[in-house]
C-alpha cells in the first residue's frame, strides 16, 4: 500500500462551473487505486446568504406570471455545495461520480470499478483526477483528495 | 412497418444519482407497461458496461444513453459510438460538441432546459447559445412526473414551437427524470417512438428520434396522419401543400392501468401549424375523427386537451410533426 497522492484545496465561488485538474504519475503498476474525497461544507449554513441566492435565482429563472406558486425561498433550502470527481488515464476517460454525497470513496482495478467508474488497470503512467466545480456556494470549501495504490496481495475493501 | 412504442426516456441509476440499481430500474419501468427505457446517467455509461456484462439483469430494451451534466445545461446523448468529454463545453462554444458527438452518430436531446438553475440546480437550466439548431435531434419538452403540472415545461413546449417555426426540423420527448421510485405510484408520461418493425435497440430508437417519429402523451395513444392525393404521411414525414385530410384515432386502452387514476380525460383535439391552430375539434372529441384542412408550408402537429391531475383545459398529448413542403 503506498500513499500517492495527498492534497488539500480551497474551492471558492468564482470556481463554480470549472474544472480542476489535479494530475499525477504512476511509476508503476498497482492491482488497484482507491481515490478517497472529502469537501466541507456541504451545506450553505449562512441563511442569508441563501436566502438572498435563492431569491436572485427565482426572479431569474420563474418568470413572473408562474411566480404565484412560488412559496418562499426556505422551499429550496438548504443549498448545497456540488463537487463531482471525475478520472481520466491518459487520455481516456473512466467515468464520473456524481452524487452529492460530501464523503466518497472509489476503487478502480481491472476487474472492478466503483458505480461511475468503468474497470480499468491501475496502470503506470499518468493519471488524472479531475475536481468538476458545479457550484460553491459557501464563502469557501475544503476539498480533499488522497490516493492509494495497493498491491496485488493487498485487498482494499470490496464493497467500495 | 413502423410501430409505436411506449418508452420513459431520462433516467438516472446509482452509478450517478440515482437510487436504483440497473436491475430495479429496469424491473420498475416493467411495471409502468414501458416497452423500452433510455439509460442516462450523469457523465458516465458505466450502467451500460454493466448490463453488458450482465445480460440477464434487464428484461426490458435499454437504450444507451448519457446525461451530459455540464455546468451550462444537461443535455441527453444516445447511441454515440464513442465518447465524447462533456467537462469542457462553454456556452458559446456548443456546437463544436455538438457537432462531434454527431460525427459519431449520437443523437442529442436538450434536458429540461427551463429547469431552475443556480444556486439551486446549477448548470440544469439550458444555457448555451446553440448556433445550428441542426444539430439538436429533439428537446425534452415535458420534465418530470405529472408534467401538465410544471411551468418549466410550458415554457419548453414554446421554445420548441419557436424552433420548429424557425424552420428546424426537432422532434419532442418527456422524460421523468427518475432518480428513485416514490412510495406511491407517481403521473409518469410517455414518449411513444415509432421504431421499424417495433424492434428496439440503440440504433432502432435513434434512427427513429432523427427521423422525427415521436409523439408524448400524459395517457392515450395517438395516431395522426394525413393523406394528400394517393398517399398518406405520417409524424416525422414530409408532405406537399394545399388540401390534405387528416385523420386522428385516440386510443384509451393502451397503458390505462398506469394512467387511468390521474384524472387524465381528452375533450378536444387541436391542430396546429406554424404554430397556430387550424384546427379546433367541434365538442366532446371522439375517438377517431377526420376531417380537411389546407396546409401552408412549414409543419403540422396534433394536440390533446382535456383534463389532468385535477386542472382543466391542459394538453395531454402531442405529436412531433409532420413537415410540410
Ligand atoms: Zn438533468
Ligand atoms: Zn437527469
Redesign the interface.
Same mark, same amino acid.
Given at each position: 500500500m503506498k500513499r500517492i497522492l495527498d492534497q488539500t484545496l480551497i474551492l471558492k465561488p468564482e470556481n !463554480?462551473? /470549472?474544472?480542476v485538474p489535479i494530475s499525477f504519475i504512476l511509476d508503476k503498476d498497482y492491482s488497484s487505486l482507491l481515490f478517497q474525497c472529502r469537501y466541507f461544507p456541504k451545506k450553505v449554513e449562512d441563511l442569508e446568504l441563501?436566502e438572498r441566492? $435563492?431569491i436572485? @435565482? $427565482?426572479e431569474?429563472?420563474? %418568470?413572473q406570471e &408562474?411566480r404565484a *406558486?412560488y412559496t418562499g425561498w426556505r422551499d &429550496?433550502a438548504p #443549498?448545497v455545495n #456540488?463537487v /463531482?470527481l !471525475?478520472l481520466d488515464y491518459e487520455n481516456e &476517460?473512466l @467515468?464520473?461520480?456524481?452524487? =452529492?454525497a460530501p464523503e466518497q470513496d472509489h476503487m478502480i482495478s481491472a476487474s472492478h *470499478?466503483s %458505480? @461511475?467508474? $468503468? %474497470?480499468h488497470k491501475a496502470a503506470a503512467g499518468r493519471w488524472k483526477a479531475?475536481l468538476?466545480v =458545479?457550484?460553491i $456556494?459557501s464563502d469557501r470549501i475544503t476539498y480533499e483528495l488522497k490516493v492509494t495504490g495497493f498491491e496485488n496481495s493487498e485487498r482494499p475493501d470490496d464493497s467500495i | 412497418m413502423i410501430q409505436y412504442k411506449a418508452f420513459e426516456m431520462h433516467t438516472h441509476t446509482l452509478h450517478s444519482d440515482g437510487k436504483f440499481t440497473p436491475e430495479e430500474l429496469c424491473r420498475t419501468a416493467e411495471q409502468y407497461q414501458f416497452d423500452g427505457i433510455a439509460l442516462t446517467d450523469h457523465n458516465t455509461l458505466s450502467a451500460h458496461a454493466y448490463l453488458s456484462s450482465h445480460p440477464d439483469a434487464s428484461r426490458i430494451p435499454v437504450v444507451e444513453g448519457i446525461e451530459w451534466t455540464t455546468f451550462f445545461g444537461h443535455m441527453l446523448v444516445l447511441g454515440a459510438e464513442s465518447y465524447v468529454d462533456w467537462r469542457y463545453a462553454k456556452p458559446a462554444d456548443i456546437d463544436f460538441y455538438l457537432e462531434k458527438i454527431r460525427n459519431v452518430n449520437g443523437v442529442i436531446g436538450l434536458a429540461h432546459p427551463f429547469e431552475i438553475g443556480s444556486p439551486m440546480c446549477t448548470g440544469c437550466h439550458w444555457d448555451f447559445q446553440v448556433r445550428d439548431w441542426n444539430n439538436i435531434n429533439y428537446i425534452e419538452v415535458w420534465s418530470k412526473s405529472a408534467p401538465t403540472t410544471h411551468f418549466d415545461n410550458a415554457l419548453s413546449f414554446r421554445m420548441w414551437t419557436q424552433i420548429l417555426n424557425q424552420g428546424y426540423r426537432i422532434a419532442a420527448t418527456a422524460g421523468r427524470d427518475w432518480h428513485w421510485e416514490t412510495e406511491t405510484r407517481a403521473h409518469a408520461a410517455a414518449t411513444y417512438i415509432g421504431v421499424e418493425n417495433g424492434e428496439i435497440t440503440t440504433r432502432s430508437v435513434c434512427d427513429a428520434i432523427r427521423a422525427g417519429r415521436t409523439y408524448v402523451t400524459a395517457g392515450p395513444a395517438i395516431d395522426f396522419k394525413i393523406s394528400a392525393g394517393q398517399r398518406t404521411f405520417a409524424i416525422g414525414d414530409t408532405m406537399p401543400s394545399g388540401i390534405c385530410s387528416c385523420r386522428i384515432e385516440i386510443d384509451e386502452t393502451k397503458r390505462k392501468a398506469i394512467w387511468g387514476d390521474f384524472g387524465i380525460d381528452v375533450s378536444g383535439i387541436r391542430i396546429v401549424s406554424n404554430g397556430n391552430v387550424i384546427y379546433s375539434s367541434p365538442e366532446e372529441a371522439k375517438m377517431e375523427s377526420s376531417f380537411n384542412l389546407e396546409l401552408k408550408p412549414g409543419w403540422v402537429r396534433a394536440e390533446l386537451y382535456g383534463n389532468a391531475l385535477g386542472e382543466t383545459g391542459k394538453r395531454i398529448g402531442f405529436t412531433s410533426p409532420i413537415y410540410v413542403e
Open positions: !463554480s462551473k /470549472t474544472n441563501a441566492e $435563492i436572485k @435565482g $427565482i431569474k429563472y420563474v %418568470p &408562474y *406558486a &429550496y #443549498l #456540488l /463531482t !471525475s &476517460y @467515468g464520473c461520480a456524481h452524487r =452529492h *470499478a %458505480p @461511475g467508474f $468503468i %474497470p479531475v468538476n =458545479h457550484a $456556494i | -
